[in-house]
């Protein structure tokens, strides 16, 4: 698992679909953990800033990319690639 997106570019640039997937899978997963640490922060009351979009609307962003998580988890298996 990659820590940063930066660390994603040559998989995202490969010519190999399963490199490809992989990193793809990967920023997802970097950008959910990113958007999640923010909102236990929010619940908390330790944000840095004040959000420009409604808590609803976050949400749907993080409700979204937790389906998408799970899809690609589901093709991964299908598909035998290794996440």
């Known amino acids: 698992m990659y820590k940063t997106l930066n660390e994603t570019v040559d998989g995202m640039c490969s010519?190999?679909?399963?490199?490809r997937f992989v990193a793809e899978y990967n920023q997802l997963v970097i950008r959910y953990r990113g958007l999640?640490?923010?909102l236990d922060k929010w619940d908390?009351?330790?944000?840095?800033?004040?959000?420009t979009?409604?808590?609803s609307t976050?949400?749907?962003q993080i409700k979204a990319m937790t389906d998408y998580i799970d899809v690609l988890?589901?093709?991964?298996?299908m598909e035998n690639i290794y996440l």
């Open 44 to 51: 908390r009351n330790e944000l840095d800033f004040t959000p």
């Open 73 to 77: 988890e589901a093709r991964a298996a």
């Open 36 to 38: 999640k640490n923010m």
């Open 15 to 19: 010519t190999d679909y399963k490199e």
């Open 53 to 55: 979009c409604p808590r």
């Open 58 to 60: 976050y949400n749907l």
